[in-house]
């Protein structure tokens, strides 16, 4: 297992996940996945900051490529075009069952 | 003594000879549980023999039979339930080990409901552990060992309802219970040459039912033929105010078989990338299809929409969000399988606008299927693209070259909470079952039921018995 990364290296690497999600959707839509390596290697700190002493150094691979996969399934849903009032398929009801 | 026949009998002839007597339900009721015991450890089909309940249930039934109290078709029938359903006093495991001692005081909606229609509840079956939400990529996922198809042990029964396929297949229950959140009820059917019935999301209450994804998960019966699949279905279904997600629609089966003919579409792309004797099966399959309804000219594409992407981030994020704290304790680690022990905690990262992306997609794509599946009763493809994968390879070197085919057809259902019944269309490698899915606008089981067994009254498949119960 690895250390539990430093504050620093936490901060670059949300910082580099949170580029990936902040933009408006229309310029995501036609802005390509960040660099791949640095947000593999970003998910890497926040893996081993969030669950480091949880998993093995094999776990923390198998995750990370598990990550990229559902990010990859993200940007694949991005690309459906939604209009505002396209809303959630949630069920909610204020009265009890 | 029960004549080994009698085991593969379907639900109205069981009925029909417990009503004349010829059949005794005490007796039926103790063969199926050795049965369960002998072939179904073999399999590893069953969690927990629930002998005791079982014998008590069949005594009881068999008495109201004496006084003139006939509760329909399941009245004295065995059955057995996938191990995700509460039931009191006995354990429910969900087919992982962390939950191996888990104990509830109460009984799921589907079980109340079997137990009101007299059926006699004879074992909780195997599963996948944790329904698979957890991405499992080989046959060991399940702390009762990998669940076998009973055409040939050495391949997978199929998951995540491998119990209920197996049980059934093999002979050791006439009907069983299993749930699909997305394929687990269509892929076992497959791979054991049983008949599986997904319904329409919200037909059967998952009061009780394990959560894996709340918005996705479904209950459905496993049986000898889509008829058989219909008598429980009328069973358990309607709403329940314990679920406010399921509601009561109407059933319209028809013992007597409608007069026009059904228009069936072929999914488009369903046997590319397909082995060859899952192709062939199918072409042989719209030969006998071509008796009662007219297929469509051409294929009929789906929807050009993420399905499985909305399919992956949905489960990812709704069962961490279920399992949250057996993966943030660590718990997690007593999973059987080397990948559902990581998969949670992928989960637990999915952004929750990449989650809401997914249900928002969803509006759009349940419009998109009821407009392709508009003009037609069902469109068809193969259950699945290859036949059971062996249990010493994972899932993706088990055939390498044959991913294509239905690939779309089983996420894109489920996205939409429609329904699809597998029935089984013939033999492929090593001896092993393929399938034909029936999928169909949403509450329209009763028209798939309908096709699916006038397609079974046309075909033997459904009557083959697997050689591989034996030791």
Known sequence: MHAIPSRRQFAQALAVLAGATALPIAAQAQTPIPDAKAYAAALETVIRHRFGRQLTDDQVKRLQATLINRRNAGELLKQVELANGDDPIVAFRADLP | ?471
């Open chain 2, 1 to 471: 003594m029960i004549d080994e026949a009698v085991f593969y009998l379907p639900i109205r002839e069981l009925h029909a000879r417990i009503r004349s007597g010829k059949l005794s339900i005490i007796e039926l009721t103790a063969a199926c549980l050795k049965r369960l015991e002998d072939v179904g450890g073999r399999l590893n089909a069953v969690v927990t023999l629930t002998s005791d309940l079982a014998m008590k249930q069949a005594e009881v039934a068999t008495k109201e039979l004496k006084e003139g109290k006939d509760r329909g078709f399941l009245h004295g029938i065995p059955c057995g339930v996938k191990d995700l359903l509460a039931t009191k006093g006995i354990p429910t495991t969900w087919g992982a080990a962390p939950y191996r001692d888990q104990v509830f005081d109460f009984d799921a909606t589907v079980v109340q409901k079997l137990r009101q229609a007299g059926a006699i509840l004879c074992a909780k079956l195997a599963m996948v552990e944790l329904a698979g939400g957890f991405g499992y990529n080989n046959a060991d996922a399940s702390f009762t060992g990998p669940g076998l198809t009973p055409w040939n042990r050495k391949f997978w029964s199929g998951g995540s309802s491998t119990g209920p396929g197996s049980a059934v297949a093999a002979g050791c229950v006439p009907f069983a219970i299993g749930s699909e959140t997305s394929g687990s009820i269509i892929t076992p059917a497959a791979y054991c040459g049983v008949t599986g019935l997904r319904p329409t999301y919200g037909r059967v209450s998952r009061y009780g039912a394990m959560a894996l994804c709340w918005s996705l998960d479904k209950l459905g019966p496993m049986a000898r033929s889509a008829d058989c699949c219909h008598l429980v279905l009328r069973a358990i279904h309607g709403a329940d105010p314990n679920d406010p997600t399921s509601v009561t629609r109407d059933l319209n089966y028809d013992v007597e078989l409608p007069k026009t003919r059904f228009k069936i579409g072929i999914v488009k792309g369903a046997t590319d990338g397909v082995q060859p004797a899952v192709k062939k099966n199918f072409e042989d399959s719209l030969k006998e299809l071509a008796k009662f309804a007219d297929i469509a000219d051409g294929e009929v594409p789906l929807p050009d929409l993420p399905f499985g992407a909305a399919i992956g981030t949905i489960v990812s994020a709704e069962g961490a969000s279920a399992f949250r704290g057996l993966i943030e304790s660590g718990r997690v680690k007593g999973l059987q399988n080397e990948a559902d022990r990581t998969g949670g905690y992928a989960g637990l990262m999915v952004p929750a606008v990449d989650y809401l992306q997914a249900l928002r997609v969803r509006g759009r794509m349940k419009r998109a299927m009821a407009e392709t599946y508009e003009k037609f009763d069902a469109l068809i493809a193969p259950s699945r693209s290859t036949v059971a994968p062996p249990i010493d390879k994972d899932f993706d070197q088990s055939y390498p070259g044959f991913h294509g085919g239905a690939g779309t057809v089983i996420p894109a259902g489920n996205a939409v909470g429609q329904p699809a019944v597998s029935v089984p269309n013939g033999f492929g490698e090593n001896g092993l079952p393929t399938g034909i899915q029936f999928t169909g606008k949403i509450w329209s089981e009763e028209v798939l039921l309908v096709l699916a067994r006038l397609y079974q009254r046309e075909t033997v498949w459904h009557l083959k018995k697997p050689l591989a119960t034996s030791p």
